[in-house]
């Protein structure tokens, strides 16, 4: 089992193009930056790589993305944590799930599987926000990893222009799954069924009731996948949790 060590937290953010999922990245590099997390180990990758977001690095291409991944194997040791941010557009094609990268390139749940091989960190949280984004929870929660989605393998992730968020979910999220007081499954489950979070705010305004636990639609159902990374007992901003 996957316990809790004295490391460094690494993340890599990865939107393929700029738009509504811009807000959502702020929110989550910002979370990260008050959380402690020093610049130099955010590796963010968004459209072009020229966006309104100033601390992007590179363009979101599946190339950068793989280079992102070998700069943690360069970078992390046995200790650290790794946060995977993704987010845009998702499908889902003969029951495997994709994501579009730069330029409209389609990358599978199975070869992203395949480029986060080896990572040399204690565990890793991979978060995806794009539709259908299920697949990927599943498939990268194992080991010790664990994934993390907006909704399941067949469902839609929901924004709003007015309110500037791609993905209600993640915005219910972050910055909380930092806070070193917050276990990842406490984090995950408040942002779930806490009615003041922006993600159960917007099931009851869509489903027309005011119930502590939102009516979940099987399609729109946030995945918490593990193996042998226990979420209950494991930290992401923090090795323990704080005494405050």
Same mark, same amino acid.
């Given at each position: 089992?996957?316990?809790n060590?004295?490391?460094?937290?690494?993340?890599?953010?990865?939107?393929a193009?700029?738009?509504?999922?811009?807000?959502?990245?702020?929110?989550?590099?910002n979370?990260?930056?008050?959380?402690?997390?020093?610049?130099?180990?955010?590796?963010?990758?968004e459209?072009?790589?020229?966006?309104?977001?100033?601390?992007?690095?590179?363009?979101?291409?599946?190339?950068?993305?793989?280079?992102?991944?070998?700069?943690?194997? *360069?970078?992390?040791?046995?200790?650290?944590?790794?946060?995977v941010?993704?987010a845009?557009?998702?499908?889902?094609?003969n029951?495997?799930?994709?994501?579009v990268?730069?330029?409209?390139?389609?990358?599978?749940?199975?070869?992203?599987?395949?480029? %986060? *091989?080896?990572l040399?960190?204690?565990?890793?949280?991979?978060?995806?926000?794009?539709c259908?984004?299920?697949?990927?929870?599943?498939?990268?929660?194992?080991?010790?990893?664990?994934?993390?989605?907006?909704?399941s393998?067949i469902?839609?992730?929901?924004?709003?222009?007015?309110?500037?968020i791609?993905?209600?979910?993640?915005?219910?999220?972050?910055?909380?799954?930092?806070?070193?007081?917050?276990?990842?499954e406490?984090?995950?489950?408040?942002?779930?069924?806490? %009615?003041?979070?922006p993600f159960?705010?917007?099931?009851?305004?869509?489903?027309?009731?005011?119930?502590?636990?939102?009516?979940?639609?099987?399609?729109?159902i946030?995945?918490?996948?593990w193996?042998?990374?226990d979420?209950?007992?494991?930290?992401?901003?923090? %090795?323990?949790?704080?005494?405050?």
């Open positions: 089992r996957v316990s060590l004295e490391g460094s937290l690494y993340a890599i953010l990865f939107n193009k700029e738009g509504l999922f811009s807000y959502d990245l702020r929110r989550v590099y979370s990260l930056i008050g959380a402690g997390v020093p610049d130099l180990n955010i590796s963010a990758l459209g072009d790589g020229k966006t309104l977001n100033n601390f992007v690095d590179k363009s979101a291409t599946i190339a950068n993305l793989e280079s992102a991944f070998n700069w943690v194997r *360069q970078k992390a040791n046995k200790n650290d944590r790794l946060l941010y993704v845009n557009h998702g499908n889902i094609i029951g495997q799930c994709m994501v990268a730069y330029n409209d390139k389609i990358l599978w749940e199975k070869d992203f599987e395949k480029i %986060t *091989q080896g040399p960190v204690n565990f890793g949280v991979f978060y995806f926000a794009q259908c984004s299920g697949g990927f929870a599943k498939r990268m929660g194992n080991g010790r990893h664990i994934g993390v989605s907006s909704t393998k469902g839609m992730s929901y924004g709003s222009l007015d309110w500037k791609g993905d209600y979910f993640t915005c219910s999220l972050f910055p909380h799954i930092l806070k070193d007081a917050k276990s990842i406490t984090a995950f489950d408040e942002a779930v069924f806490t %009615t003041t979070s159960a705010k917007y099931l009851t305004r869509a489903f027309l009731k005011d119930i502590p636990r939102p009516p979940f639609k099987k399609d729109q946030p995945q918490l996948r193996q042998n990374a979420p209950s007992n494991l930290y992401l901003g923090s %090795t323990s949790p704080s005494k405050k």
